[in-house]
Structures are given as structure tokens and as C-alpha cells.
């Protein structure tokens, strides 16, 4: 399989050297290599039809800032559409304004007939219904999973080995850092200022917070799950949002005495589409600590499956894409291919 990287920061690196890293396995499972045969970022690009080495490639950007020469403006979606090369990863900024560049490059690569891995929340949340008809009609993939919690396989799960189920609801903790925020406030007594600035200082949040703390990417992964496991047709738009910035020591102190403890909380069922502050009790499944990522479904047969895992991370998001790419192997050596 010849693939493609579209943008080369933290996850589209760890990409490169997690597909490096299994060579091994996609020979022994599928008898075929997979080769990174470009790469771009927001300025720079290399292609190369025999394959360029991970390593050398995660190296280059380190010493020069770029991957390869100067890329030429709006050359991207033509080389993305006319280059031979089976599978786009993609891995640019999330956009939750008009979800570019990632839909453009992502549309491009499914209408020149190509699969596509993303773990860009921006152009799912916002059209998640043109871009799954485009790679319906182009008889082509579009995989997702690590766009939601990085490393916690939610999304195959419930589209793969839960096909057979009816899945009645969602329920789940979507952000790491409104979770250490929250649990910090409990466990220390602090203010929400002060819990944010500890966050903010160990690089747990952004400098611009709002997008974790007003529970912008919350809803993002909620649009999305919501789409994808409950086949609605919706956008970020669409969920009700309530963020953490209100949410006071007082607040917190009180539901300690009832020994509860507060979580920001994603919910999708038949009367809710909601990202809000919860109060959920101590001993919990959904009153986990740190920054880990958690969601709760409720199915007809298997009844409650809880799936716990990193949401973030250069290795772990890389672990999710890698999933997908799998799952794309698996179906070309199924079909022949
Ligand atoms: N980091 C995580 O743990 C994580 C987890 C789950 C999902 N995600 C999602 O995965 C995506 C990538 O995240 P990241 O942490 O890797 O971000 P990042 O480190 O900021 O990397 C983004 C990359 O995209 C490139 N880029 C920016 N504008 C571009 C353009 N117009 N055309 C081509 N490339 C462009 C950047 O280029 P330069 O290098 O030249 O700046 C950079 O290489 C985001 O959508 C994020 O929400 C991240």
C-alpha cells in the first residue's frame, strides 16, 4: 500500500514511525509493504515513488523545520488527486470554522478514487454526511478513529464487533484536560483558575484554553460518535454545549458531600445530544481521574461496554490510524486487492 501523510506535526510523525515499526507485520499478514510515498505540511513536501524512510523523514523535520522543498501554492489538491498512491493519512489542524484544509484534502483524495485516515475532527464535525457519501460513491474508505479520544477504539468497536447490537446510548468523558482540570479542583481544593494555570503549565492545556474548557472538542467527538455509532446526520452545531469555566470550588466542594464528584459529560440517547457538566457518583465508572478518555454504551444484547483509554498522545494517536490502516489491508486482502 503506497500512503501519503498530509500534514507532519506530532500525530502525522508518529504516523511515520509507527508504520516503519510494523513492516514486519504488514508483510507476515498481508504480504505487501507499506510505503510512505509523500509527505507535506503547511509549507514543504517530498514525494518519492520507492518510498521514503520514516526516520529520515521525522529527522528532516526535526533539523529544517519542513520535510523535503518549498511546496508551490494551491499545488497540494492537484498532486493529492493526481499522484499514485492508494491512501491519504491525514493529520492537519483541527478547524472547526470551515474544517480546512483537512476537508479539501480529504475530498480531493476520495474523489481521485483514494481511502482516507484522519484523525481531523474539523471536517467530520462539520460534514460528516458529504464527505461519508463521497467515499460511498467512490467506493473507497474513510476511517476515523483516532479522531475521537486518540487511543480509546470506540469507534471500530461499535461499528465492527458491535454491528449486531443495538446500541440504545453514549455516555463518556471526550476531553483529557477538562478532566484534570475538574479532578485537580477536587483533590486540591483549588480554584478553576488556578487548576487551569497548573494544566497550562505542565502542558495539559492550551494557552488558549477555550477549545478544551468550553467543551468546543467535546462536541466535536460527540457530532462525530453520534454520526458514526447512531447513523444520525448532525454537526457540532447541533449539541448542546455547557463548558467548565462557571464551575466553582463551592460547586465542587458540594458534591464531594454527597460524595460525588463532577465530570464533563458527552451523552447521546433518543432525548439528548449533550455535552455538560454532570455530577456523577464517587466509585464510577465515569468518575475516573487524570487525563484518561472513557465512554459507557448501553446495548440490547451485550448490555453495558465501557471503554477506557489515552486521548491523546503522538504513539497512541498513531496506534488508532494504524487500527484503521489495518482494517484497509484486511479488506484489500479479503476482496483480492
Ligand atoms: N496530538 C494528539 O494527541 C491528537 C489526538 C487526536 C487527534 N488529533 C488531531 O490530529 C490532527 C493533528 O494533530 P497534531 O497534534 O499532530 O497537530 P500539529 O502537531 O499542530 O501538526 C499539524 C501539522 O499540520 C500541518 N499543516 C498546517 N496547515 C497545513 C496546511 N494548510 N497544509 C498541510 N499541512 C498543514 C502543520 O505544518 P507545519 O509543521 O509546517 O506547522 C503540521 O505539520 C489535528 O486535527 C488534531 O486535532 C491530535
Redesign the pocket.
Known amino acids: 500500500m503506497k500512503v501519503v501523510i498530509?500534514?507532519?506535526?506530532?500525530?502525522?510523525?508518529?504516523i511515520a514511525e509507527v508504520i516503519g515499526m510494523r513492516q514486519e507485520l504488514f508483510s507476515k499478514s498481508f504480504r505487501q509493504k507499506v510505503r510512505i510515498v509523500g509527505a507535506?505540511?503547511?509549507?514543504?513536501f517530498v514525494k518519492d515513488a520507492k518510498g521514503l524512510d520514516p526516520g529520515e523523514l521525522v529527522a528532516r523535520?526535526a533539523a529544517t523545520?519542513?520535510v523535503g522543498a518549498k511546496?508551490q501554492e494551491g499545488k497540494?489538491r492537484e498532486f493529492i488527486e493526481e499522484y499514485d498512491f492508494d491512501t491519504l493519512i491525514e493529520?492537519?489542524?483541527?478547524?472547526i470554522l470551515d474544517a480546512?484544509?483537512?476537508y479539501t484534502?480529504i475530498m480531493a483524495a476520495l474523489n481521485a478514487g483514494k481511502n482516507v485516515v484522519?484523525?481531523?475532527?474539523?471536517p467530520l464535525a462539520l460534514k460528516f454526511r458529504e464527505l461519508s457519501r463521497a467515499a460511498e460513491r467512490n467506493k473507497v474508505q474513510l476511517r476515523y478513529e483516532?479522531?475521537v479520544?486518540?487511543a480509546m477504539p470506540v469507534i471500530n468497536l461499535s461499528r465492527e464487533l458491535l454491528r449486531g447490537e443495538h446500541i440504545y446510548s453514549l455516555r463518556g468523558i471526550l476531553n483529557g484536560t477538562c478532566n484534570f482540570i475538574l479532578n485537580r479542583m477536587k483533590d486540591e481544593g483549588l480554584p478553576f483558575d488556578q487548576a487551569l494555570r497548573e494544566a497550562q503549565e505542565m502542558g495539559i492545556a492550551e494557552r488558549d484554553p477555550s477549545y478544551d474548557i468550553d467543551g468546543v472538542?467535546s462536541a466535536c467527538k460527540l457530532a462525530i460518535l453520534a454520526n458514526a455509532i447512531f447513523n444520525m446526520d448532525v454537526t457540532y452545531h447541533d449539541i448542546l454545549r455547557t463548558g467548565i469555566r462557571s464551575i466553582t470550588e463551592d460547586a465542587i466542594a458540594l458534591a464531594a458531600e454527597q460524595k460525588k464528584v463532577v465530570r464533563l459529560i458527552g451523552e447521546i440517547n433518543d432525548k439528548r445530544l449533550e455535552v455538560s457538566p454532570r455530577m456523577v457518583p464517587m466509585g464510577h465508572p465515569l468518575a475516573i481521574g487524570g487525563t484518561l478518555n472513557i465512554v459507557q454504551l448501553i446495548t440490547d444484547l451485550a448490555g453495558e461496554i465501557t471503554v477506557v483509554g489515552r486521548?491523546?498522545?503522538?504513539r497512541?494517536?498513531a496506534s488508532?490510524l494504524l487500527s484503521d490502516l489495518l482494517a484497509i489491508l484486511s479488506d484489500d486482502h479479503a476482496k483480492g486487492r
Open positions: 498530509a500534514g507532519f506535526g506530532t500525530v502525522g510523525q508518529g507535506f505540511d503547511s509549507s514543504t523535520k523545520g519542513g511546496s497540494i493529520t492537519t489542524p483541527t478547524n480546512e484544509p483537512g484534502y484522519t484523525s481531523n475532527k474539523g483516532a479522531s479520544g486518540g472538542d486521548g491523546a498522545g503522538r497512541e494517536t488508532a
